[in-house]
């Protein structure tokens, strides 16, 4: 993860925060402008990371519901006032974008499916986010009215030629969406750490939720195609995730909701 060492008035943030920037080195580690990631280079290192009101809840509680079942870190606190706050232990390791892993294809491939059907068969009881299915479909629905659609977003992979393309798919199979598994939402490389090989956490899995497992499937597919820059990896992919829960025709599915966001 990029890092760039800066200085910050700690009178600016919850007086809970402030113990922990004593002594330590800060570095910005943001990588979108909806959100602030600050590292805080001490102990073992935190992640802070701040956004707008209300934005992090479900990032907050789907990460510790992650953290409970071993998968994801822990959530040191969460505040919500002005502004919504989430602390959380840095994870030991580096993504899957690390050259260690991206040199090594194939292994990182077999590895990245096996995990998955691994996450798919993870008992979901006390989800915080129980169907994730109803509202993948609601916001399709919702951003197909209000025009919303990106038709350069899967150009080399599963286009479509107009919006209304997309949503004819959806309408007509939309409701062939499962709702039962556990999702991380956003299956792709640099939401995956390992170290030296092991699986160590996943992150970003404010996404995630009890839904469709083509979901994870597709975001898989397509992380290693873009990732990689080969789409040479798809197949093998899921192979090694398993044929025997895998029903291809549903990636088109999967990609006409993704086309609305």
Known sequence: M????IDIDVNTYPDVFRPFFAGAEIYDSSCSPEARVIFIDKDRGYYLKSAERGTLKREAEMTAFFHSKGLGTEVLEYLSGDRDWMLTERVVGEDCTHPQYTEDP?????????????????????CPMPDRTA????????NYKNGIYDASLFPDNWGYASAEDAWRVIAECGHLLKTDTLLHGDYCLPNIMLNDWKFSKFIDVDHGGVGDRH?????????????????????????AYGRDVFEPEMLRVIAAAEVFG
């Open 2 to 5: 990029k890092r760039t060492k």
């Open 106 to 126: 194939k292994r990182l491939c077999d590895l990245l499916a096996t995990l998955l059907r691994e996450l798919h068969e993870t008992d979901f009881d006390g």
């Open 135 to 142: 509202e993948y479909l609601a916001t399709a629905e919702r």
């Open 215 to 239: 979901i994870d499937l597709f975001w898989g597919a397509w992380s290693l195609f873009f990732n990689l820059k080969t789409d040479e990896y798809r197949e093998r992919f899921f192979d």
